[in-house]
């Protein structure tokens, strides 16, 4: 197992921007998939954003043209720009890793992750 970190989270209002990390210490992102979950209150945890070992990026239709989904080597962490947030975005957002491995793809089900983070909590208000 490796370690995850998220921060970045908080209360913003509709039409508002923030920016998710996740740090990965442990990780080498062309031996990983990695993703961004969400879930709210009563609902089922749901994928995000995903980015496979080989780079390819895989967004919710719910976030596409919002959110971007990025990993920084450099820092070795995750990074999720949300923009043009909604309230229907409101959810304690985990950050996933599935790996080590050779080649792996990426995927939006929560059961193909190995490693998860504790999450960071995102409110958007109307």
């Known amino acids: 197992q490796v370690p995850l970190v998220e921060s970045g989270g908080g209360s913003v209002q509709a039409g508002g921007s923030l920016r998710l990390s996740c740090a990965a210490p442990g990780i080498t992102f062309s031996r990983y998939c990695m993703a961004w979950f969400r879930q709210a209150p009563g609902k089922e945890r749901e994928g995000v954003a995903t980015i496979d070992s080989k780079g390819i990026i895989t967004y919710a239709d719910s976030v596409k043209g919002r959110f971007t989904i990025s990993q920084d080597s450099a820092e070795s962490t995750l990074n999720l720009q949300m923009d043009n947030l909604e309230p229907e975005d409101t959810a304690m957002y985990y950050c996933?890793?599935?790996?080590?491995?050779?080649?792996?793809?990426?995927?939006?089900?929560?059961?193909?992750?190995?490693?998860w983070g504790q999450g960071t909590q995102v409110t958007v208000s109307s």
């Open positions: 996933a890793a599935d790996g080590p491995t050779v080649r792996c793809w990426g995927s939006l089900l929560m059961v193909e992750y190995r490693n």
